[in-house]
């Protein structure tokens, strides 16, 4: 079940910009497909609603052809309107060495509004669930800083970096 305010937020946070809404669906293809299935395919990129995953042979294309389907509603859990429109397949090298994880996020001292709060009680997971407010706390807390910028900071207003 979808709920609109995570809905509205993942459009508002990824939808709109190609490489962000490239790296979510990076991010949960190995949830969409499964361990296995994932050390076997790589995202490689987002084209008008076409998400192309390369695979190592024609054997595995077949294989993520078949689930297509099942990956896809997969995905449009995951990511929700972010989720792709369709998959495509192709061939070639696929990295052998699992991915690493990314490192462990460190201790934030910035609260969640209440909104994100809101939408994340429709994660069941507690894990994820905390894991998401976690991570929009901390996306959020970077535009906080750069508008407002320690009084040691060079960096202009408004500069984006």
Known sequence: MKHPALTGIATEVFARN????????????????????????????????????????????????????EILNRLRMAAGPVAPRTLGFMEGPVPEAPRPEAPAAGPIDVVAPSSVRAAADAIADDE?????????ARYLARFEARANPAPDDPTPRGSGH
């Open 18 to 69: 190609p490489e962000r809404r490239l790296a979510l669906l990076q991010a949960v293809w190995p949830a969409a497909v499964g361990p296995s299935l994932a050390r076997r395919s790589v995202v490689v990129a987002l084209d008008r609603g076409i998400l192309r995953v390369r695979v190592p042979d024609a054997t595995w294309r077949k294989v993520l052809f078949r689930m297509r389907g």
């Open 128 to 136: 994820l669930r905390t894991r998401f407010i976690q991570a929009a």
